[in-house]
């Protein structure tokens, strides 16, 4: 236990005074006023208490021993850590607020401000990865929230989860907005993610080989499909060669499009990134949207499709038929899309303007088409020997 000291500060022009704490850490003293007010003839000097004397000596006391426990138990608790306390790392402790029991709780309470600006998706996403956090401690603390723990977490995601890197990266990445909410509001006396580095893992998605595009478009030209696949494949083609993403493709209207391109706002990012953005339009693109549409003048592309899980079972059993051996789905198609384009342009940053990446670094996940081109590069010195 701490040494405490406990006294009235007197006041010369006045009967009454205020119980004090007084102590050290680490030689550095700590001393502050409990508020409560006390006559001076009413005051234990030796018992640090107030006297039975006063009318209100019992209320008093219980505050008065309330403090003192709230001091012992920061110096227990850092004491079971084994770390050391430091007065601002005290006084940090000794303030932090007592309104949520758990952290989930405090979550509950501030999810709103927290998010604010998320879209719905985004929501989604988070909720799946607390639900996680949940599953592997419900009653989860503050104090339970530390470096060791993260790591047990980050165990917890890779062995008995068996999560991928990049879906492990993506869940501890969504749980550390929230720790360090936190942390800012005061309820962490520490941040624990101030030396736990989130590794990223290399990313991987599918994406359409140039041969293996041409099959399907030439499967769409030649319609052997039957109806339904049809409809699937001329909707993930134009996610091919206009770069959105399903749920912009299903939203896109003719009236964001001109001669020569079309102008579209990505729902993912509306509220953190509301630029406009403006894709040129290729040919094979404006022939799906001509077959599409037919003689419409306004009104959404594409209407009355399946659902997304259907259409992907769909694709499936498209590459299946047409014999590409890989598993695409509609993300597939924006990644067809920034390979391609990557591949014959090298223009890395053009690229990040039609995807609408807020950062370079989201486009780099494409970079390989870069470092295949610089293997192929080098081989033009082979004719010099």
């Excluded at 501030?110 to 009653?139: A, C, M, W």
């Excluded at 290399?202 to 499967?219: C, M, N």
């Excluded at 993912?268 to 022939?287: D, Y």
Aim: aromatic share 12%; net charge positive; charged share 30%.
């Amino acid at each position: 236990m701490v040494k405490l000291n406990i006294y009235l500060r007197e006041y010369k022009s006045s009967s009454e005074g205020i119980v004090w704490f007084s102590f050290y850490v680490k030689s550095e003293r700590v001393h502050f006023s409990s508020k409560v007010r006390c006559e001076k003839k009413h005051w234990d000097k030796k018992k640090m208490i107030v006297k039975g004397s006063d009318p209100g000596y019992v209320d008093k006391n219980r505050i008065i021993e309330n403090i003192r426990a709230r001091i012992n138990n920061v110096f227990v608790k850092y004491r079971l850590r084994d770390k050391t306390l430091t007065r601002d790392a005290f006084l940090r402790a000794y303030n932090r607020p007592s309104d949520y029991s758990t952290f989930f709780e405090f979550i509950k309470a501030n999810k709103r401000n927290i998010n604010f600006g998320n879209e719905v998706t985004t929501n989604y996403t988070h909720k799946t990865v607390l639900k996680k956090v949940e599953d592997f401690q419900p009653s989860l603390h503050f104090d339970d929230i530390t470096e060791d723990w993260l790591n047990r977490y980050f165990i917890y995601l890779k062995k008995d989860l068996k999560n991928c890197d990049n879906t492990v990266h993506k869940n501890l990445t969504i749980f550390k907005k929230y720790v360090l909410a936190a942390y800012k509001m005061g309820y962490m006396d520490e941040n624990p993610f101030a030396n736990f580095k989130i590794k990223r893992g290399t990313p991987s998605f599918t994406y359409l080989t140039e041969d293996e595009l041409k099959i399907l478009v030439d499967a769409y030209k030649a319609g052997v499909l039957e109806d339904k696949y049809h409809r699937t494949l001329e909707f993930f083609l134009f996610m091919c060669f206009s770069s959105l993403h399903v749920t912009d493709s299903r939203n896109i209207t003719l009236e964001q499009f001109s001669d020569d391109s079309f102008v579209y706002y990505r729902v993912k990012n509306r509220n953190s990134k509301p630029e406009p953005i403006v894709i040129p339009l290729s040919e094979p693109l404006k022939m799906i949207v001509h077959n599409v549409v037919g003689t419409r003048k306004k009104g959404k592309i594409f209407q009355g499709l399946p659902a997304d899980q259907t259409m992907n079972r769909f694709l499936k059993e498209i590459a299946t038929e047409l014999e590409i051996n890989k598993h695409i789905t509609h993300k597939s198609g924006r990644h067809t899309y920034a390979t391609y384009f990557l591949s014959k342009t090298k223009d890395i940053t053009a690229l990040q303007e039609i995807l609408g990446h807020s950062s370079l670094s989201e486009t780099m996940i494409y970079a390989h088409v870069l470092d295949e081109s610089k293997q192929e590069g080098v081989k033009c010195f082979d004719s010099l020997m």
